[in-house]
Each structure stands twice: as structure tokens, then as C-alpha cells.
């Protein structure tokens, strides 16, 4: 909630209003922030707080890198890695809503049936199964054509042997912090391509009507569940010790929230 405002027109009119906090200068981790009015987003009645708390990063990136970056087609194959985080699981809904075939890398035979039960329409296990010896069965040998990774290294890699020509490869996060060997014939035959994203340099380079189109996008598909992040617990502010012990275990099944009560 905005307590107090500036004297400029748009801080004005977000004065008293239920709002999201993008604040990554600062943070959030306190009871009271001062942020630009810019920084601060109007949510509606009906979003939970735990809801609005988690509104940016991963459903801006679910749609962004869907709907803006890629622009994949009803019907089009889309390969994505982590395929068990909550921006893949967002990825798999927004594929069942647009009409676009996910094909989605785990590391674990155990997500396979969650998966498919969210919508999933292929789960490759990786390294178990080769990821370009699998999208091109289940593509019929054209591969795919839209794809991001959020692991690097190996993964990264596998997955160029699946693009399809003019296949394009955003890379959105490293979560092996190792450095993916390419190979520059991969590309070269196939006009492939690979490419990095990053949340906030996107953002910087829209302006103000797109911003705002996106907000209501993302208000929309978050009520209706398609955007919602999976919430594992939320802590008061003096068991932030804890909180932060299951955030750093193997399964948080998550996010982790504080409260600040």
C-alpha cells in the first residue's frame, strides 16, 4: 500500500492504492520503502498478497520471453531447460492457453508425471536422454524453432543440436555457472542462433504504453492462474533464519515468503 506520495501527477494517482514494489535498487526486505512512482504497479483487489508479492520477475519473464522475445505461433515447438521451476511451470500453462507445444528438459525422472498433469506435451530427462536425438522425434525431424535456457554448460549445448533451421536459442539464466560449448557448425548449418536475455535491460528499452500493457497482461494471467507462483510457506520477519534455511534445501517446493506483520 502507498502511504505517502510526491507532488507529481503519477505519484498522485498511485497514493493509497494496493500495489507491487519493483524495487531492485533498494529491496523490500523492510516495512516501508521510498521508490519512484514508476517503480510501483496497481494490482487488483483479487490477487492474494502472496500473489502480488512475486508478481514481476518470473511472470514477466514467463511472457516476455514467450509472447514479446520469441513470439511462438499456436502450434509451434517450443523447447525450454528447468523445465520444473516456476518459470517453466508458467511456460507449460501459457503454452496451454496460447496453443503452443512445449517440450520440457528436467534433470530428474520425477517430474515427469507433474508435468504432464500441468500440461506439459514432452519431458525429456537430461543427461539420461539426448535432448537433440529426442526433440527431433518428437518433432518429426524439423526441431524446434523457439527455445531459452536457464541452465547453461552441457544443457545449453544439447539443446543447440535440437533447434531447427533458423532455430533461435535465448539464454536467460546459468544455473550450472558453467560456460556452454558451442559448436559454431551447429549454427552455421542450420542459421541458428543464440542469444542472452536480461529482465531489466528488456524492460529499459519499452516505453511507457508497452510497460503498462504488460502490467495488466501480467495482473490478468495472474488471477486467472496461468502466471501465479507456487508459494511453499511464508515466515514472520524474526524467523527469517529458517526461512532462509528452506530456501537454500534441496526441495523448497517454492517460494519463500516474510512477513512482515
Given at each position: 500500500m502507498v502511504d505517502a506520495a510526491g507532488s507529481g501527477i503519477l505519484a498522485r494517482l498511485r497514493?493509497?492504492?494496493?500495489?507491487?514494489?519493483?524495487?531492485?535498487?533498494?529491496?523490500?526486505w523492510q516495512q516501508y520503502v521510498i521508490v519512484r512512482a514508476r517503480n510501483v504497479v496497481p494490482v487488483p483487489a483479487q490477487m492474494p498478497d502472496e500473489q502480488a508479492a512475486t508478481f514481476f520477475v518470473n511472470p514477466a519473464t514467463a511472457l516476455i520471453l514467450t509472447r514479446h522475445v520469441h513470439r511462438v505461433p499456436p502450434g509451434?515447438?517450443?523447447?525450454?531447460?528447468?523445465?520444473?521451476?516456476?518459470?517453466?511451470?508458467?511456460?507449460?500453462?501459457?503454452g496451454k492457453r496460447f496453443g503452443f507445444r512445449t517440450i520440457n528438459i528436467v534433470r530428474r525422472a520425477d517430474h515427469i508425471e507433474p508435468l504432464r498433469r500441468l500440461g506439459a506435451d514432452f519431458v525429456i530427462v537430461h543427461p539420461a536422454e539426448s535432448i537433440g536425438e529426442r526433440v527431433m522425434q518428437i518433432t518429426g525431424g524439423q526441431g524446434a524453432v523457439h527455445a531459452i535456457d536457464a541452465v547453461g554448460g552441457a544443457t545449453a549445448a544439447a539443446m543447440i543440436a535440437g533447434l531447427g533451421h533458423g532455430g533461435r536459442l535465448v539464454c536467460y539464466g546459468t544455473l550450472s555457472g558453467d560456460p556452454a560449448p558451442v559448436d559454431p557448425r551447429e549454427l552455421m548449418v542450420k542459421g541458428a542462433s543464440v542469444e542472452g536475455f536480461w529482465l531489466s535491460n528488456w524492460t529499459k528499452g519499452q516505453g511507457p504504453l508497452k510497460m503498462l500493457s504488460l502490467f495488466r497482461e501480467?495482473?490478468?494471467?495472474?488471477?486467472?492462474?496461468?502466471?501465479?507462483s507456487e508459494i511453499a510457506a511464508s515466515y514472520p520477519m524474526q524467523s527469517y533464519l529458517e526461512a532462509v534455511r528452506k530456501v537454500q534445501s534441496s526441495n523448497p517446493g517454492g517460494k519463500i515468503l516474510l512477513r512482515f506483520d
Amino acid at each position: 500500500m502507498v502511504d505517502a506520495a510526491g507532488s507529481g501527477i503519477l505519484a498522485r494517482l498511485r497514493n493509497g492504492k494496493r500495489v507491487a514494489v519493483l524495487n531492485g535498487e533498494g529491496g523490500n526486505w523492510q516495512q516501508y520503502v521510498i521508490v519512484r512512482a514508476r517503480n510501483v504497479v496497481p494490482v487488483p483487489a483479487q490477487m492474494p498478497d502472496e500473489q502480488a508479492a512475486t508478481f514481476f520477475v518470473n511472470p514477466a519473464t514467463a511472457l516476455i520471453l514467450t509472447r514479446h522475445v520469441h513470439r511462438v505461433p499456436p502450434g509451434g515447438w517450443f523447447l525450454q531447460s528447468a523445465a520444473a521451476s516456476n518459470v517453466g511451470k508458467m511456460v507449460i500453462r501459457l503454452g496451454k492457453r496460447f496453443g503452443f507445444r512445449t517440450i520440457n528438459i528436467v534433470r530428474r525422472a520425477d517430474h515427469i508425471e507433474p508435468l504432464r498433469r500441468l500440461g506439459a506435451d514432452f519431458v525429456i530427462v537430461h543427461p539420461a536422454e539426448s535432448i537433440g536425438e529426442r526433440v527431433m522425434q518428437i518433432t518429426g525431424g524439423q526441431g524446434a524453432v523457439h527455445a531459452i535456457d536457464a541452465v547453461g554448460g552441457a544443457t545449453a549445448a544439447a539443446m543447440i543440436a535440437g533447434l531447427g533451421h533458423g532455430g533461435r536459442l535465448v539464454c536467460y539464466g546459468t544455473l550450472s555457472g558453467d560456460p556452454a560449448p558451442v559448436d559454431p557448425r551447429e549454427l552455421m548449418v542450420k542459421g541458428a542462433s543464440v542469444e542472452g536475455f536480461w529482465l531489466s535491460n528488456w524492460t529499459k528499452g519499452q516505453g511507457p504504453l508497452k510497460m503498462l500493457s504488460l502490467f495488466r497482461e501480467l495482473s490478468r494471467l495472474i488471477v486467472q492462474g496461468d502466471l501465479a507462483s507456487e508459494i511453499a510457506a511464508s515466515y514472520p520477519m524474526q524467523s527469517y533464519l529458517e526461512a532462509v534455511r528452506k530456501v537454500q534445501s534441496s526441495n523448497p517446493g517454492g517460494k519463500i515468503l516474510l512477513r512482515f506483520d
